[in-house]
């Protein structure tokens, strides 16, 4: 089906220049028919001609019904499929010998940029990162969270909890300042069932726009 998506998007002008043809030959088929069944005398003659008269209108009307949906698929569906319809998925070379892979300590050697500590998701030193409590702390009671938030076009920050496993969260404090390795808040623990507990910190840019939250694992332990 992406395949016959990406024909009739690419070939856009080629199909309807066909279609165009058809049509025209088509029509001309109809028009002659349709004058030797009005000219018809007899009986035979006359159903004869009418067949014909019958099987260029079908013919006619499918082209046109052709054109109609390759337009409608144009300019409605093709609009709101998802960009990888239309990008080909390059074949493998099984006999290319793969080239070595950089390691994380290589990388961050290379390019100067600080990794994100082994755990977290979509954290980023330097500019939205949690770095109090670590990924898989037991923490409990009153929890100080630091870290860093200072993204391009920032607008507000908040930071929340869920249970490991469950994608309801529930919003602990925001705040509308940039911090730099500083304090972003406080968390109490004490009402909470001793558990793991995903803890994440979400930014909105002044567009509105929410960014991927920075997120880590920790364990709620009692008092």
Aim: charged content about 15%; some cysteine; glycine content about 8%.
């Amino acid at each position: 089906m992406d395949a016959l998506f990406r024909f009739l998007v690419q070939y856009e002008v080629l199909v309807y220049l066909v279609l165009t043809i058809g049509a025209l030959f088509t029509a001309t088929r109809l028009w002659s028919a349709w004058q030797e069944w009005r000219r018809a005398v007899f009986g035979l003659e006359k159903e004869l001609s009418f067949q014909k008269v019958r099987g260029s209108g079908v013919v006619f009307l499918l082209l046109i019904m052709i054109g109609l949906s390759q337009f409608c698929l144009v300019s409605f569906i093709v609009p709101f499929l998802p960009a990888t319809t239309f990008r080909s998925t390059p074949t493998p070379d099984l006999l290319k010998t793969p080239s070595a892979t950089l390691s994380s300590a290589d990388l961050t050697a290379q390019n100067g940029t600080p990794l994100a500590p082994p755990g977290t998701i979509d954290c980023i030193p330097g500019q939205l990162i949690i770095t109090s409590p670590l990924p898989g702390e037991e923490v409990q009671g009153k929890v100080v969270l630091s870290g860093t938030v200072d993204v391009p076009n920032f607008g507000f920050y908040k930071y929340e909890y869920a249970a490991q496993g469950s994608d309801t969260w529930a919003t602990i404090a925001a705040g509308d300042k940039t911090v730099t390795k500083g304090e972003l808040g406080a968390w109490n623990t004490s009402q909470l069932v001793p558990g793991d507990y995903q803890l994440r910190l979400l930014v909105t840019d002044n567009l509105g726009k929410a960014l991927p939250a920075c997120t880590l694992p920790v364990r709620v332990i009692a008092p």
